[in-house]
């Protein structure tokens, strides 16, 4: 076992967890943040995607040893960090999936939406090819993509205003 020192949205942790643990282990099965999904395994899928350092970043391969010293955001990090920049609601990009209709079984959306958080951030004002490509790690198997990437292009308008 080993302790680990995270920054964990916004927050700083001690957590004891098997050195060779992956942070997706430790954020999910240590800390309870389960918004993180476990889906391949093997860095295929994206539904893992949390932000560090505002980049995303798989975290079932990433060991959580790499991860000591960066600021982790994860989906459930989102709500409490919009309403401390004075914001009001939801965050805007999961306002937008929600009001889109781009949330069918909800496996996807934490890591879809994380990784659109950093296009965001970056580039406030992406053209769709620019979604396509940030979203490029993240396989969604319900909805087609059409309705998540018009969500990321109204919360983009939105948050421009």
């Given at each position: ?10 927050d700083?942790v ?18 309870g ?10 860095g295929?899928?994206?539904?893992c ?16 040893a ?18 401390a ?40 004002n ?36």
């Amino acid at each position: 076992m080993r302790v680990f020192h995270l920054q964990v949205n916004g927050d700083t942790v001690e957590v004891a967890a098997p050195e060779h643990w992956t942070l997706l282990e430790v954020l999910r099965y240590k800390l309870g943040l389960t918004g993180s999904k476990q889906g391949c395994d093997k860095g295929d899928c994206g539904a893992c995607t949390v932000l560090l350092d505002g980049t995303p970043t798989l975290a079932c391969l990433c060991l959580a040893a790499s991860a000591e010293g960066k600021a982790i955001t994860t989906i459930e990090g989102l709500l409490p960090a919009h309403r401390a920049q004075g914001g009001k609601g939801a965050d805007p990009l999961q306002d937008a999936f929600d009001r889109s209709g781009a949330l069918q079984c909800g496996f996807c959306q934490p890591g879809m939406i994380l990784s659109a958080k950093a296009l965001l951030n970056q580039n406030p004002n992406p053209s769709l090819q620019e979604i396509r490509q940030a979203l490029a790690g993240n396989l969604c198997r319900c909805t087609g993509y059409t309705q998540i990437f018009e969500a990321i292009q109204a919360a983009a308008k939105e948050m421009q205003n």
